[in-house]
């Protein structure tokens, strides 16, 4: 069955840098692209970055534009999501999603089909 399970989630003072992977199983993930979601206490689920299924193609939302770089490495089945200059504001459940298609279509709940459990990241000094 599909699976995404997320890691690398943890405790970093603002300014500090992450690395959250996700990795993959039960499907082809060249064919698909990803995105990263996350969620903060009392807020709304929010999309981050999303990659098209070869890594031709990367988006990011403005607010972190310059501070998260998405990537994959499809002979692994990980995509990762980098980040960097981390702000409290950052800090949330952040979630990797699989897309139904090869290409990123924006972060719409139609547009994404399977979810990982979440990692959680807390951006504090």
């Known amino acids: 069955q599909v699976q995404l399970v997320e890691s690398g989630g943890g405790l970093v003072q603002p300014g500090g840098s992450l690395r959250l992977s996700c990795a993959a199983s039960?499907?082809?993930?060249?064919?698909?692209?990803i995105g990263w979601f996350r969620q903060a206490p009392g807020k709304e689920r929010e999309g981050v970055s999303c990659?098209?299924?070869?890594?031709?193609?990367?988006y990011h939302r403005d607010s972190v534009k310059g501070r998260f770089t998405i990537s994959r490495d499809n002979a692994k089945n990980t995509v990762y999501l980098q980040m960097n200059s981390l702000k409290p504001e950052d800090t949330a459940v952040y979630y990797c999603a699989k897309a139904k298609y090869r290409y990123c279509s924006g972060y719409g709940p139609q547009q994404y089909h399977y979810w990982g459990q979440g990692t959680q990241v807390t951006v504090s000094s």
């Open positions: 039960g499907f082809t993930l060249d064919y698909y692209a």
């Open positions: 990659i098209s299924s070869t890594g031709a193609n990367t």
